[in-house]
């Protein structure tokens, strides 16, 4: 097979989504991409497809007719689940890229709850999408130290930089048929929302109060709220606290 004749479809969003369509253009694949509408402040893959001709959907690829039978899928910063006649639709040859180390932290906010939980590092794996939730074959993984000063914002970007590094060997390693590793170990699951609502318990310890504090840092996004008070430093919180 000429690999610059591969068919791919791209389920995408964000700047992640957007690199991800610049490698794939620049390898001279022909593209199609499944996205979403966003807020003003993600840069917008819509955008991006127009101005390169590029074309598009912003319906869900489950819901939705395929344009072409694909060759591989990549999903980057996709929100939707893939349904299984999506996956058997390129025999299997389909990939996810997670911000967690799996099986550690499957499912949403992966990053953010594990600057709340303390971990000193997480990272980036790049895995083959399959029936269930976050637990397919491994086919890369990469980690990131958490920095003590870090803050949701500071980690995802870091994160997600270092992953899309990746992409293009990650690429080429499921259109050459890499199996992948299965995940070992026990795993964590996180469900979609802001985690504790976003509000501080006046009982959580100061650490744990802290790493919240910064893991709800992601502009512009809510910050932390503290007796319907935007807290946005510990400092804040102690001296709302005291007068408490």
Known sequence: MNENKLKVILCGYHWTGCK???YLLNAGYEVFVFTHEGPYHVPSLIDYCEEKGVAYSTKNISKAELPFKPDIICSIFYRYIIKDWVIDSC???????????????RGCSSLTWALINGEQSTGFTYHYIDKEVDTG?????KNITIEDFDNQGTLYNRCMFKAMESFNEVL??????????????????????CPHDGIIDKNWKDPYAKRFI???IYPPFANAQFLNTEI???KEFKELKQRD
Do not use: C, W
């Open 20 to 22: 991800a369509l610049s």
């Open 137 to 141: 074959k491994i086919i890369l993984q």
């Open 91 to 105: 025999d299997g040859k389909i990939f996810n890229l997670h911000p967690s180390l799996l099986p550690q932290y």
């Open 172 to 193: 080429l390693d499921v259109i050459n048929g890499v199996k992948g590793e299965e995940q070992v170990g026990p795993g964590s699951y996180y469900s979609r929302g």
């Open 232 to 234: 946005t430093s510990f």
């Open 214 to 216: 910064r893991a709800m």
